[in-house]
């Protein structure tokens, strides 16, 4: 069936370091993909998405890029801040309504 | 995008109670759900609240344990009954709005239950 899978943490990174968090789905058609941050004590809120092959989504430094090829979808920042310290949730939706996520990434950066 | 209060944040409750979790959005929207997400685990979607109608509810979701009203188009409820240690979770209100393919979220309501 529909799925999202992603990479297990929690990760610990030093600041400026580069991340990647692994996502991949499965799907029948051409769904959306997305990428959430739950910063601590708060809701999920969306970080960024793609909605077609080869599309990359981009937010605060973080981008993301469709690839129809390998079903993934990871995530990638090259100089994270302790400000990046939160759990991501990989995501996926399709033509209904029906959005599925991945178990989510804790990241911890350190000073 | 939508602005979604809920409450109570958090929660500490006793086994066999009932807690009422509230969604109050600033904008009429379309679709409104209520996830679960507990701990170390993905989100799991509750059950669709329907206006005016009975909520949609997922597979391992009932009524009678989670009932939802959703009286109008700016506003929900999320009911647990009978409250058991395994309920202990983070609830989440949500909502899609009409030609945007993007959910946003309540900050969520965190449940203890002893």
């Known amino acids: 069936g529909d799925s999202v899978t992603q990479m297990e943490g929690p990760v610990t990174l030093s600041e400026e370091a580069f991340l990647t968090i692994n996502c991949t789905y499965t799907?029948?058609?051409?769904?959306?993909l997305f990428w959430y941050v739950q910063y601590p004590g708060e809701g999920l809120q969306l970080l960024l998405k793609?909605?077609?092959?080869?599309d990359k989504g981009s937010n605060k430094g973080f981008e993301a890029t469709y690839r129809k090829e390998t079903t993934s979808f990871h995530l990638e920042k090259g100089s994270v801040q302790v400000s990046d310290s939160a759990v991501y949730f990989c995501a996926r939706s399709n033509t209904g309504n029906q959005f599925y996520f991945g178990t989510g990434t804790s990241l911890t950066v350190i000073p | 995008s939508a602005v979604i209060s809920q409450k109570p944040s958090r929660d500490i409750c006793q086994r066999g109670t009932s807690l009422t979790i509230q969604c109050q959005v600033d904008s009429q929207v379309t679709m409104m759900f209520w996830y679960r997400q507990q701990p170390g685990q993905s989100l799991t979607l509750i059950a669709t609240a329907n206006q005016g109608s009975e909520a949609t509810y997922e597979s391992g979701f009932v009524i009678d344990k989670f009932p939802i009203s959703r009286p109008n188009l700016t506003f929900s409820t999320l009911t647990v009954s009978n409250m058991s240690p395994e309920d202990s979770s983070i609830y989440l209100c949500?909502?899609?709005?009409?030609?945007?393919?993007?959910?946003?979220f309540g900050a969520g309501s965190r449940l203890t239950v002893l």
């Open positions: 799907a029948t058609g051409y769904p959306s």
């Open positions: 793609a909605t077609k092959a080869d």
């Open positions: 949500s909502v899609r709005q009409a030609g945007a393919n993007v959910l946003t």
